[in-house]
């Protein structure tokens, strides 16, 4: 089987919206991290999306967290993609960023709009939350450029089709460079809703010889699952995006999303990418420099 029939799974362990009273399985500690990671790799996860936290659970973005959850990552599981999260709301550029150019994961991920980011009740009659994402063609050229400089491959994060589409004066700047990886987000109330049809007409714009994946929000995740698998792209699933199996049971770990969605990909005649197939075909350097890291570089 080539690499076109491998399909790249990324585990998001934890986001960073989600509490452990809502979901027990959520990390919070390095430790805890750890083996949320090692369960996902085990399941077929071959890249681990990271929003780093304190151990009492607060979302962080201070670069000493992310380095001590990474570091306990690397150490139970050495062969991981790791990627880093760029996304917040209120704070300054250079705070969103400063885990990346210190740290250097392969993988930065980064959002390619602004939108309004909401989530409505019907039962309520109400909106639970709603606020404007803000992310400017001007604060995406300064996320890419640090990007570029830290040689960490951005991943282009779309919640609609026009987000695609946005790609090509980034690649006219020059501070975006093909083969670009684009995760085709959908679910979240404001950018485009979770149908397969909606999936194969954003897919359908990714530019040709560029990679994309999907992500898509709540228990729609696994009828997205099985259409990214049948369309060719890639998949995530994890704590960030949805709590519930396929049976309606809450999942324990990610490893249990993970195997989920393994076995989705399969029954597709398709096979899970090993981190090694995964960094080629994300377009990925064959061995990754850790040094930021464990302090060896």
Request: aromatic fraction near 6%.
């Amino acid at each position: 089987m080539g690499l076109r029939d491998k399909a790249v799974v990324t585990c998001a362990v934890s986001g960073a919206v989600a509490n452990k009273e809502q979901c027990p399985g959520i990390p919070y500690t390095p430790q805890e991290y750890a083996e949320e990671v090692r369960r996902a790799r085990d399941a077929g996860a071959s890249m681990v999306h990271i929003h780093a936290r304190t151990p009492d659970g607060t979302p962080t973005v201070d670069p000493g967290h992310y380095a001590a959850i990474t570091r306990a990552v690397l150490e139970r599981t050495p062969d991981i993609i790791v990627n880093y999260s760029t996304g917040w709301v209120g704070l300054p550029m250079a705070d969103r960023v400063g885990h990346i150019t210190g740290l250097r994961p392969e993988v930065g991920a980064l959002n390619m709009g602004s939108m309004n980011y909401a989530k409505y009740s019907p039962k309520r009659k109400g909106f639970v939350f709603g606020f404007v994402f803000e992310n400017s063609f001007d604060d995406i050229i300064f996320l890419l450029r640090r990007m570029q400089e830290a040689g960490v491959k951005p991943e282009c994060e779309c919640f609609d089709v026009g987000h695609v589409e946005s790609v090509e004066p980034l690649v006219d700047l020059g501070v975006l460079a093909p083969p670009i990886q684009f995760s085709l987000i959908h679910g979240v109330l404001g950018g485009i809703q979770a149908t397969a049809r909606n999936l194969a007409h954003m897919a359908s714009v990714v530019p040709d010889g560029s990679t994309w994946g999907v992500i898509a929000v709540s228990r729609e995740q696994w009828t997205m699952v099985g259409a990214a698998a049948a369309l060719g792209g890639n998949v995530r699933v994890g704590f960030e995006d949805n709590f519930y199996l396929p049976s309606g049971e809450m999942a324990t770990s990610n490893g249990e999303l993970v195997e989920a969605a393994a076995q989705i990909v399969r029954l597709q005649g398709r096979e899970v990418a090993e981190p090694d197939e995964a960094r080629a075909i994300l377009s990925l350097p064959a061995e990754p420099d850790r040094g930021a890291v464990t302090g060896e570089g």
